[in-house]
């Protein structure tokens, strides 16, 4: 096989893995198993998250929204910790406290998703100025959100 097969097939085990997640989530939800959140799905984004993922850089981070847990789980986020961060547990990364839509792993390079609409934007922008005044070519990466095309544009200007 070739390397195009091999990237093929590890993509595809990647999205199924992203949709297994977030799968199980819902159920946990469904189920009362979570401490008052709900779950904000990112059921059928499963391919942008993983592309996202296998295109990035070794130095690149991850800021998302509040459907960030496909970006999450494809970044490598630890899985445990996600699942209990997201029914509100203390195993998670934030000690259960502050649900899916705010997970954090900076070992990860993830540096957050958050639950206010357009506000990746400004959050962005400190990276972005470090990487430039560090002269570094990583790249904060973020999950598309097609309303705000506009200012992402504004802000490559």
């Known amino acids: 096989m070739t390397s195009t097969v091999f990237d093929a097939i590890d993509a595809y085990e990647r999205v199924l893995r992203v949709r297994r997640v977030e799968e199980r989530m819902i ?3 469904e189920d009362n198993h979570s401490k008052g959140t709900v779950m904000h799905s990112g059921l059928g ?4 998250a993983v592309g996202v993922a296998m295109a990035r850089s070794e130095n690149d981070v991850l800021f998302s929204t509040h459907r960030g847990v ?3 789980v494809a970044w490598g986020a630890d899985l445990g910790a ?7 547990r203390t195993g998670g990364h934030a000690g259960g406290l502050v649900g899916h839509m705010h997970i954090v792993d900076l070992e990860k390079g993830i540096v957050g998703t958050n639950g206010i609409v357009g506000a990746g934007l400004p959050w962005r922008s400190a990276p972005r100025l470090g ?6 070519t990583a790249v904060p990466s973020r999950s598309s959100e097609t309303a705000l095309r506009t200012r992402e544009r504004f802000m490559r200007r």
């Open 27 to 29: 159920e946990l939800v």
């Open 45 to 48: 984004q499963e391919a942008t």
């Open 70 to 72: 496909a970006h999450c």
């Open 131 to 136: 990487c430039a005044i560090e002269a570094q």
């Open 82 to 88: 996600l699942v209990a961060e997201s029914i509100g």
